[in-house]
């Protein structure tokens, strides 16, 4: 008897011959997929391109120009504390479509409790050429004298006062400045589903508890700072929750 394995996606067919010749029905596999999309607010506002429409906690008005990022070790969780990797890095760009999207398949059928994933690289893949040369990837490298890898966000804008405006960049980077996030919802993946899920980053996160940051206090570009990333750091506990 002679057996036939042929992969179509998104469905596995076993097809195999009974003793007069003839095929049996096709076995089809189901292949669930994870749909992930990520979306970006300033409180209840829309993020919006170089626009001065926002306020933080310590009053500062200001824009947001760049926003880019990484997320590592995105998974699933489930109620015995065991994850199902869902992919083991993304660079993303908060004004990139493309890059705040991800769909992945093969997920295991069950019954999961949440997602977990860390703002920033992982310690094993935060080494200074460890990712493709890509040009995102080049322009996140942390500088090697400051103690190399890549760097965990860039977010770039400008803020003003009554007088003046001035440039800020909020630029974290090595192993300290990791951040893990657990976000909880429950999440039935059934047999052949294509479940959506989607996060919110609230940029005002960023700014507020446990610290009211003020640019003209704290520091408008931050960049080895180690007093103020770790505060930006701690606010970041928070700035992702999931619909």
């Known amino acids: 008897m ?6 179509i996606s998104p469905f596995l067919f076993f097809v195999s011959c009974t003793k007069d010749g003839h095929e049996k029905p096709p076995v089809i596999i189901p292949d669930q997929s ?18 001065f429409n926002y306020q933080n906690q310590a009053g500062n008005t200001y824009s947001l120009s760049s926003l880019v990022y990484y997320l590592s070790k995105i998974s699933l969780m489930k109620a015995d504390s065991s994850l199902v990797l869902l992919k083991e890095y993304q660079y993303i760009d908060a004004f990139t479509t493309a890059t705040n999207k991800l769909s992945i398949k093969g997920i295991p059928v069950g019954n999961y409790i949440g997602i977990k994933f860390n703002i920033g690289l992982d310690p094993l893949q935060n080494k200074s050429f460890q990712l493709p040369a890509t040009t995102e990837n080049i322009n996140m490298q942390w500088p090697d004298m400051m103690g190399g890898g890549y760097h965990v966000m860039k977010m770039e804008g400008s803020y003003k006062d009554l007088s003046a405006t001035y440039g800020y960049a909020m630029h974290l980077g090595t192993d300290s400045c990791l951040i893990p996030i657990k976000l909880l919802k429950p999440i039935n993946i059934t047999s052949g589903s294509n479940t959506p899920l989607t996060m919110e980053m609230n940029i005002n996160e960023w700014y507020r508890n446990p610290y009211k940051y003020d640019f003209n206090v704290d520091g408008n570009y931050i960049m080895g700072n180690m007093m103020a990333m770790k505060k930006i750091v701690l606010n970041g506990n928070d700035v992702f929750s999931i619909k």
Request: avoid cysteine; charged fraction near 10%.
């Open 34 to 51: 994870v749909d992930l999309n990520i979306t970006y607010t300033v409180d209840n506002a829309a993020l919006v391109l170089n626009s």
């Open 2 to 7: 002679k057996y036939l394995l042929v992969l």
